[in-house]
């Protein structure tokens, strides 16, 4: 609910705003969505706050601070809110048709670039499933042998990841395709990586609103309730296109990720490794064709 306030003193705007939303966040998150909110805003540096709690807010930056508190009293992500997410040491531009990039993903990201910081000459990579395009824009900018090729459906999710590409001088192709059907691509490929919708209805009781109820569920959930629907799909390209010692890079849904392995054992790979996220889970996957 947005309450209009004419005048305030930023300390008792500053109490109004953590009261509102003390129920649904912790303290510290509260804290920072707000140094967010006037960095974003009004490029006020954190001290600004401390040495000015009399300030008179304006109505202009009333109203803007208002307007993101009911966004927030509605569970929206801050990133959806100031159109700005960071990944891998960039700023990119999201809005509600793009899943917001997720540090885990960095992690993703990092495991291929190591794997191919010697490289000497280009190679061909496929991103399936792009979005806002974080991760194929951070391999061009971090590797500049790779030629891109990146695929995603939603024609509203490929213009953010385009104007990303354009914004940081990424030069990717971009392809609108069904990954459920990819028996046109005929480019052998060094490299696969994808991050895709991995979450299996029955989950959606554990999820939190900020994500339920504002990403896109095209970019969330697989569409049967099959947790590695996508994943079969990707590992068929992969059996046809994927070149010899060629590398398979996915996310990978933590719950299934044993089902996951034993799948892609049982398929012409090998080298099978899976990694950890940060909170310990199982969340990423790489294998070497055969
Ligand atoms: C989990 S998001 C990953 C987005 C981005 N790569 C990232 O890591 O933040 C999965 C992406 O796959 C796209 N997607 C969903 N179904 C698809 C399909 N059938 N074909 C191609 N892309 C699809 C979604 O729109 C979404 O952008």
Not at 39 to 49: C, V
Request: aromatic fraction near 12%; glycine fraction near 2%; proline fraction near 6%.
């Amino acid at each position: 609910m947005i309450v209009l306030i004419l005048r305030m003193l930023l300390n008792e705007f500053r109490n109004h705003f953590t009261d509102t939303l003390i129920d649904d966040y912790p303290k510290t998150e509260i804290t920072s969505f707000f140094r967010r909110l006037t960095d974003f805003y009004f490029q006020w540096p954190p001290t600004f706050m401390v040495l000015n709690p009399d300030y008179h807010l304006n109505q202009g930056e009333l109203e803007k601070l208002s307007v993101a508190l009911g966004a927030l009293e509605e569970h929206k992500p801050l990133q959806y809110i100031t159109n700005e997410a960071y990944f891998y040491g960039r700023t990119f531009h999201v809005n509600e048709n793009v899943l917001i990039p997720r540090p885990e993903t960095e992690d993703l990201v990092n495991w291929v670039l190591k794997d191919y910081l010697e490289v000497q000459h280009s190679l061909d990579v496929l991103e399936l499933g792009t979005g806002s395009g974080c991760i194929a824009v951070s391999l061009a900018k971090e590797q500049s042998l790779f030629n891109i090729d990146a695929l995603e459906v939603s024609e509203m999710a490929l213009e953010v990841a385009k104007k990303n590409a354009d914004f940081h001088h990424a030069k990717i192709n971009f392809i609108q395709k069904d990954m459920k059907s990819l028996e046109f691509w005929n480019k052998p490929l060094d490299v696969i990586i994808s991050n895709p919708p991995y979450i299996v209805p029955q989950e959606k009781k554990e999820m939190l609103p900020n994500v339920l109820d504002h990403e896109p569920h095209l970019a969330l959930f697989t569409p049967e309730k099959d947790p590695l629907y996508f994943y079969k799909k990707i590992i068929v390209l992969a059996q046809s296109s994927l070149k010899p010692s060629g590398h398979l890079y996915f996310e990978i849904n933590p719950n299934f990720s044993e089902t996951l392995e034993a799948f892609v054992k049982a398929h012409t790979f090998k080298d099978i490794e899976v990694r950890n996220d940060i909170f310990g889970k199982k969340r990423m996957l790489k294998a070497v064709k055969l």
